[in-house]
């Protein structure tokens, strides 16, 4: 069964102290890495999608990177708007379900001013 | 706006009462999606569509809950005789795939139920 677990659950940043957030994968078949932001009491939203070992992506502030178990979303300079939980997903190739997502509990970012 | 909506976007209700919600997709994607999630968890897997093709269920998905999209379009989640455990916020993404089986998925603003 696909896992994916991200630490840490909580993370307290002082505006412009730079850090990362992790995500651990098990997944048959990986057919993707996506990181989403969730503000409170909305959808996620979309952020980067990672296929290959070695990949990076970089918007903004936010640059995400993955390895072959693991895939990292580094924050430089965050801002207090930067606030929100972090999500990462995997979608495997396994069976008849890799369209579904399998979500991490995600990371709670607050960026003090 | 072209993104993803739902309806409502609050629901409370009383435990045994049926509930209806709805989900209108980014137009010309041939994928959607239903996840439930509760407070403290990330998004957990329902359901999916591809065109009006009900593709996969989750094991999550008791026989009291019921998707449909018919015509390819918007779809609706029905949950039958509601318990206090289905209290979540459901959410609804859609996609459309692409070459190399690529796609990716935007979420809804979603539909949080209260069963009291």
């Known amino acids: 069964e696909d896992q994916v677990t991200q630490s840490p659950e909580a993370l307290r940043l002082q505006e412009g102290e730079s850090s990362s957030l992790n995500c651990s994968y098990t997944v048959s078949g990986l057919r993707g890495l996506f990181w989403y932001r969730q503000d409170p009491g909305k959808g996620p939203e979309f952020l980067f999608t990672l296929y290959s070992a070695g990949e990076e992506k970089e918007k903004e502030r936010l640059k995400a990177t993955l390895t072959k178990k693991e895939s990292f979303l580094h924050i430089t300079a965050p801002k207090p708007e930067d606030s929100a939980t972090y999500l990462c997903a995997a979608r495997g190739a396994g069976g008849t379900s890799y369209g579904k997502l399998t979500f991490g509990q995600g990371t709670i970012l607050t960026v003090h001013p | 706006d072209t993104g993803v909506s739902q309806d409502p976007r609050h629901k409370i209700t009383k435990r045994g009462q049926n509930v209806t919600f709805r989900c209108d997709p980014i137009?010309?994607?041939?994928?959607l999606y239903w996840y439930r999630q509760t407070l403290g968890q990330g998004p957990e897997f329902l359901t999916y569509f591809q065109n009006e093709a009900q593709l996969e269920k989750s094991r999550l998905l008791s026989d009291r809950f019921s998707a449909e999209r018919p015509k390819g379009s918007f779809s609706t989640l029905e949950i039958q005789r509601t318990e206090q455990g289905d209290s979540a916020m459901y959410l609804c993404a859609s996609s459309l795939v692409a070459a190399g089986n690529k796609e990716t998925q935007y979420f809804g603003p979603g539909t949080r139920l209260l069963v009291l």
């Open positions: 137009s010309e994607h041939n994928r």
